[in-house]
């Protein structure tokens, strides 16, 4: 499954999580991706 939403094209953004004592990591935070059947009446 791609990580790119064919609707709104939002994709993975990249940040730092940062623990209480302030150390800083990388990471991808990924878009919240649901399945859905939309009807479009012109086809």
Do not use: D, Q
Not at 3 to 29: E, W
């Amino acid at each position: 499954m791609s990580k790119v939403c064919l609707l709104t094209g939002k994709r993975p953004i990249y940040g730092n999580t940062v623990s209480h004592a302030n150390n800083h990591v990388r990471t991808r935070f990924e878009p919240n991706l649901h399945t859905k059947r939309i009807w479009i009446e012109e086809e």
